[in-house]
């Protein structure tokens, strides 16, 4: 039972006492933004005796436990390869879904995914708290990207946000979809760079880059050679989802990690 998490940006969870927990988000941060994200996990979520403040940076809510997405697959004793069983997975896909679905319908999405922003209340309520990837819509219903994103292994990004070469730019809301798909994708085959630092992952990089030779790995591209896992090959994404042919998170996953945006579909 966690007395306090802090995540990125300021987001912290605390326990209050007995059963009782609470949200904190910085007031003076995104402040529009996490607004609308307060009252879709009032409004869509299955959490217990939940309320806010009145400026909306406070979420109390009740629990017998709340962890870190990551200490949730250490107690599913999956830290080795950090799989987690189809019918969590599914689970987890459906709450994000929710989530972004109707973030989406109120005119904001998330550019991509910080695992270390998820939460997991009672093993069964997943959160996603990343303020940071949260963003406005534009009228068009596309995101208008002021910064670049670098490839981390703890962070899921789609290739179009990867490949931001010029500053302001406009990309597609659907780039969640890609980011939703890897999490899924990685939580039912495994990965291990979640378990890892980012150095630890570009030293293994640089380890398997040098035994293939660079020829290989100019041919392959450096994103592929560094070893993060947050590059998937169409080759590798076909032979794992073989495991799971024709049910429905095979479908789904499938279209999620389109390579172009507007193929992809979360129905």
Same mark, same amino acid.
């Given at each position: 039972?966690?007395?306090?998490?802090?995540?990125?940006?300021?987001?912290?969870?605390?326990?209050?006492?007995?059963?009782?927990?609470?949200?904190?988000?910085?007031?003076?941060?995104?402040?529009?933004?996490?607004?609308?994200?307060?009252?879709?996990?009032?409004?869509?979520?299955?959490?217990?005796?939940?309320?806010? !403040?009145?400026?909306? !940076?406070?979420?109390?809510?009740? *629990?017998?436990?709340?962890?870190?997405?990551?200490?949730?697959?250490?107690?599913?004793?999956?830290?080795?390869?950090?799989?987690?069983?189809?019918?969590?997975?599914?689970?987890?896909?459906?709450?994000?879904?929710?989530?972004? !679905?109707?973030?989406?319908?109120?005119?904001?999405?998330?550019?991509?995914?910080?695992? !270390?922003?998820?939460?997991?209340?009672?093993?069964?309520?997943?959160?996603?708290?990343?303020?940071?990837?949260?963003?406005?819509?534009?009228?068009?219903?596309?995101?208008?990207?002021?910064?670049?994103?670098?490839?981390?292994?703890?962070?899921?990004?789609?290739?179009?946000?990867?490949?931001?070469?010029?500053?302001?730019?406009?990309?597609?809301?659907?780039?969640?979809?890609?980011?939703?798909?890897?999490?899924?994708?990685?939580?039912?085959?495994?990965?291990?760079?979640?378990?890892?630092?980012?150095?630890?992952?570009?030293?293994?990089?640089?380890?398997?880059?040098?035994?293939?030779?660079?020829?290989?790995?100019?041919?392959?591209?450096?994103?592929?050679?560094? *070893?993060?896992?947050?590059?998937?090959?169409?080759?590798?994404?076909?032979?794992?989802?073989?495991?799971?042919?024709?049910?429905?998170?095979?479908?789904?996953?499938?279209?999620?990690?389109?390579?172009?945006?507007?193929?992809?579909?979360?129905?």
């Amino acid at each position: 039972m966690v007395k306090e998490l802090n995540l990125s940006l300021y987001v912290c969870v605390k326990h209050i006492n007995n059963y009782r927990y609470a949200i904190y988000f910085p007031s003076f941060y995104k402040s529009e933004e996490t607004n609308v994200l307060v009252d879709i996990f009032i409004e869509n979520t299955k959490l217990v005796d939940v309320k806010t !403040n009145s400026s909306k !940076n406070i979420i109390y809510f009740s *629990a017998k436990k709340v962890v870190s997405f990551l200490d949730f697959l250490y107690e599913k004793k999956c830290l080795d390869n950090s799989k987690l069983s189809y019918k969590d997975s599914f689970s987890l896909f459906e709450q994000m879904y929710l989530c972004v !679905n109707e973030l989406q319908e109120k005119g904001y999405s998330f550019t991509g995914l910080d695992i !270390n922003n998820l939460i997991v209340v009672d093993d069964s309520v997943f959160l996603c708290l990343d303020v940071e990837h949260l963003v406005p819509l534009n009228e068009n219903g596309d995101i208008r990207c002021i910064q670049s994103f670098s490839l981390s292994s703890q962070k899921l990004y789609s290739p179009e946000i990867l490949n931001i070469k010029k500053l302001p730019c406009l990309v597609s809301s659907k780039c969640i979809y890609y980011s939703i798909g890897l999490l899924i994708f990685y939580c039912l085959f495994g990965y291990e760079g979640w378990m890892m630092g980012d150095e630890e992952c570009s030293a293994r990089g640089d380890e398997e880059c040098s035994a293939r030779g660079d020829e290989e790995c100019s041919a392959r591209g450096d994103k592929e050679c560094s *070893a993060n896992g947050t590059q998937l090959t169409t080759e590798q994404i076909e032979s794992e989802l073989q495991k799971i042919e024709s049910t429905k998170l095979y479908w789904i996953i499938l279209s999620c990690l389109k390579m172009n945006p507007e193929e992809r579909k979360i129905t």
